[in-house]
């Protein structure tokens, strides 16, 4: 059993700054958990707290059973793979991936063994005698996580390990790693500032801002039920529509009418939701029509930029009052920039968040 | 598509031909800073294997007459071996000393948090500051009360007041310019920070240790002010001073002057030239990122 926990951990740094505030999550024995936020979030410092790298102010960190809350980073039996890799630049391919055998006096029979092994799982075996200075980005990153992978750690942990490829190595690397979780099955915390990357490999996420968690749950349940604004905006791409209105509870039915600045839609509602809310649409829920459309949730609109992405378009509008949206649209038919047109909101892909606090109100 | 491969390849020679003349230009410039630090050098060593008559009757750039009298008399008549001796003991000791303390210092003062930091590396500076002459006759009278005057530690305490704080200064920036996360990969694979310090940072940091070392080492070997004031006698003078003493009252001897001076630049030549490669694989070592 090799779960990672964190259990109540404040981080404040010497110069007040508050990277973690009561902060308690876990990544189950197996599990991938994706830590997502944007810079300052305080995600790197959870991982580095995980790893033993920085102090606790406050808290207990669990690996496996054990408490190693005051333990150093090489008592943790943990592995991590840094974003700029960290490579030994004085060691060839092979004595960084032994390093943490031969440090832990392992027999150099069996040190050579598992490198052997890991190296042609990665097909780093041809590489073996070069320098870190010798090898592509791409080959790096392989000698990074074949260093983690080596020593057979109780967790690996990875501070955004793809933000230094290219897009397309990225994207295989990905893929790479997806697979690499599941042979091993091994407990995995990964950091990462890009929403697709936590939703594609995540089997669950934590989304965190300013040190506090926002929610932590399924890649799908976070997409649909987004626990706040906040995590409705920063998950997925283009992101939340947003509209600032008052909702009206209409009769006894469960009905609620959201009165925005340029629109009007029913809406389902439970009790006692009346007064300022936001509503947050994606771009997918909403629809382009001709401007001749009117009725309940639809809203005139003048197109500013279109982006074809080939199999849709990503249509950037304004509407009367000066707020924007981004709409995605089917390619045909075109739209064009300067074009009028009206927008329906589509009543299924609604989300309410109160005003004040941006929490979730209802769908 | 043969024109154009034509014409490309005529591209292809004009560039060319800029390249070598920019590169013929370049060498030119090269080779006149070259006879420009080189001469002195140069006319020392001529100097030094001519005769004393031929030195001041008519000087000439191309040797007329070779003759190792100069050389001779440094070893025979005058003992420079005991000058050499000693300064390579003072040098070499206070080196080795400032190194191996030097680095421990610049780790803790590159990667540690402490308390007024700041004002120690100001401190360490400060040090430096004092006019030598300043210091000469509160030092002689220290090291008096102490019995080390004419003693090889007479001289290595001393020196090691300016070239402590040298070795630290260099050593503090070159740590700092190596990346933390190197340590802490070290230490996550499962080194103490013992090892992390021997296994990863002291490797990384040999190149700029040999150049501390050999510029430390050279400042040494080269100072005379205190070497002429701590010492008494020729048992413990060291090539500077020794150097200086050969001048009698109504003659210079520049012959000999001349060739003790090519003798005593010969070991810190041949230093550098033994660690230059190591110096250079220093400088084009692979960088982190990628």
Known sequence: MSRVALEHVDKTYPNGFVAARDLSLEAADGELLVLVGPSGSGKSTVLRLMAGLERVSDGVIRIGERDVTDLPPQQRDIAMVFQN??????????????????????????????????????????????KPAQLSGGQRQRV????????????????????????????ETRVELSRLHRKLGATMVYVT??????????????????GVLQQIASPMKLYEEPANKFVAGFIGSPGMNFFEGVLTRIGTGGVCTFQGADFTIRVPCESGTNGRVILGIRPQHLEITDDSARGDGVVRAEVGVVEPMGNEQIVYVTLPNGERAVAIAPVQPRITAGEKVSIRVRPEGIHIFDAGSGRRMAR | MTSVRAAEARAKRKKAAGIQWGSWLFAAALIVLLLFTLFPFYWAIVASLTPEAALFRDPSLWPQQIIADHYRALFV????????????????????????????AAYALARLEFKGKAAIMGFILAVTM???????????????????????????????????????????????????????????????????????????????LVTTGILTFIYCWNEFLFALSFTLGPERQTVPVAIALFRGQYQVPWGEILAAAVVATAPVAAMVL?????????????????
């Open chain 1, 144 to 171: 990074a996580l074949g260093r983690a992978i080596v020593r057979e750690p109780l967790a690996f942990l990875f501070d955004e390990p793809l933000s230094n490829l290219d897009a397309q190595l990225r994207v």
């Open chain 1, 85 to 130: 890799y960290a490579l030994y630049p004085h060691m060839t391919v092979r004595e960084n991936l032994g390093f943490g055998l031969s440090i832990r006096k392992q027999p150099r029979a069996i040190i050579e063994d598992r490198v052997r092994t890991v190296a042609a799982s990665l097909g780093l075996e041809a590489l073996l005698d070069r």
């Open chain 2, 274 to 290: 033994v660690f230059q490669r190591r110096i250079v694989q220093g400088l084009t070592a692979g960088a982190v990122k990628g």
């Open chain 1, 193 to 210: 500032h890009d929403q697709s990357e936590a939703l594609t490999l995540g089997d669950r996420i934590a989304v965190l801002k300013e």
């Open chain 2, 77 to 104: 008549d005058r003992d420079f071996i005991t000058p050499i001796r000693n300064s390579l003991v003072v040098a070499g000791t206070t080196t080795i000393f400032c190194l191996c303390v030097g680095t421990l």
């Open chain 2, 130 to 208: 004092f006019p030598q002459i300043s210091i000469v006759s509160p030092l002689y009278l220290l090291l008096r009360s102490l019995h080390l005057i004419d003693t090889y530690p007479g001289l290595i305490m001393p020196y090691m007041t300016f070239a402590m704080p040298l070795t630290v200064w260099v050593l503090t920036g070159s740590i700092r310019q190596i990346p933390r996360d190197l340590e802490e990969a070290a230490h996550v694979d499962g080194a103490t920070r013992r090892q992390s310090f021997t296994k990863i940072l002291l490797p990384l940091a040999v190149p700029s």
